[in-house]
């Protein structure tokens, strides 16, 4: 496995790998990587030539009380998951020859990012967008893998790319969890021992909304103040407790077809998401 900083670099490699015919897939990350990112680097290993993984802590999603300072990082041990997991490719950008001092372009993918995150992480989407497609342009992938736990983020980047034409599948995998059912997540780090107990909570209120609709219950409003019910006595702050159409990303009020049902809570100064597709 190659670990190349140069936009230049990987440009120039890809397009060797490309020139031959071989397929490219690629899992953009933000690095201090867990089973969750593994999965798609597995995923993207089954199905293409060349995998390249992205780790790049992407500094225009953090808001200006986030955590950008603070996220976790440890390049070493994610060269050698990487490496394990089957990429040829890890491709460490830094900050400035993503966003140098003139940089002045950003996408802004409107209507989806409305509710849920980006409700409550005003810039977040857009610098998503912004990065996953400069990430594009440089390793112009013919797949690319996100991962579920990020519901919202893989339904935006899905729009971007039919909108802007860019000619990329994208795959999105299940969502990894722990043994208690937590989702994984880089953010995990920072929660104390009491913290991680709480934070099972999510799983438990997503389950319970689960069998609520499969118990014929149609009602989102009532199954959303259980939830909340739940999740009151663990959670720090409820950002959303929230069930939307899984396409439109609006609210639903009555529950007659498939569902995403998605949380956001803090749990101490950790702020966790989840979320679960179900149907009545
Ligand atoms: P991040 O490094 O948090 O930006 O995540 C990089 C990619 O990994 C995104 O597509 C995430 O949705 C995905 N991912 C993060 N956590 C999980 C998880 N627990 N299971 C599956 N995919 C995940």
Redesign the pocket.
């Known amino acids: 496995m190659k670990i190349v900083r140069s936009i230049r670099e990987i440009k120039s490699e890809l397009i060797r790998c490309r020139n031959k015919g071989r397929a490219v897939g690629f899992?953009?990350?933000?690095?201090?990587l867990?089973?969750?990112?593994l999965?798609?680097i597995r995923k993207a290993r089954q199905d293409n030539d060349v995998v390249v993984v992205s780790i790049f802590v992407n500094p225009t999603q953090f808001g200006p009380d986030e955590d950008y300072g603070e996220y976790p990082r440890d390049l070493r041990r994610d060269a050698r998951l990487c490496k394990k997991s089957g990429a040829d490719y890890m491709f460490h950008p830094t900050v400035k020859s993503m966003y140098p001092k003139e940089y002045s372009t950003f996408i802004s993918v409107e209507g989806l990012t409305k509710n849920l995150c980006g409700k409550f992480r005003p810039g977040y989407f857009r610098g998503v967008a912004t990065v996953v497609a400069k990430l594009f342009n440089i390793v112009k992938p013919d797949v690319a893998?996100?991962?579920?736990?990020?519901a919202q983020?893989?339904i935006v980047i899905k729009r971007m790319t039919e909108d802007l034409d860019m000619g990329i599948r994208v795959e999105v995998?299940?969502?990894?969890?722990e043994k208690d059912g937590l989702?994984?997540?880089?953010r995990n780090s920072y929660l104390s021992s009491d913290e991680r107990k709480r934070a099972v909570t999510i799983y438990r209120a997503l389950q319970l909304a689960r069998d609520l609709i499969k118990l014929d219950d149609k009602d989102a409003r009532g199954i959303i103040r259980e939830m909340r019910k739940m999740l009151a006595p663990v959670a720090t702050k409820i950002d959303y407790v929230s069930i939307v159409d899984p396409h439109t990303l609006k609210d639903v009020k009555t529950i007659t077809g498939e569902v995403l049902v998605a949380v956001a809570v803090w749990i101490g100064a950790t702020r966790l998401i989840d979320n679960i597709l179900t149907r009545y």
């Open positions: 899992v953009p990350t933000m690095g201090y867990h089973e969750g990112h999965s798609l893998y996100f991962g579920q736990k990020d983020q893989s995998m299940p969502t990894v969890r989702a994984m997540s880089s």
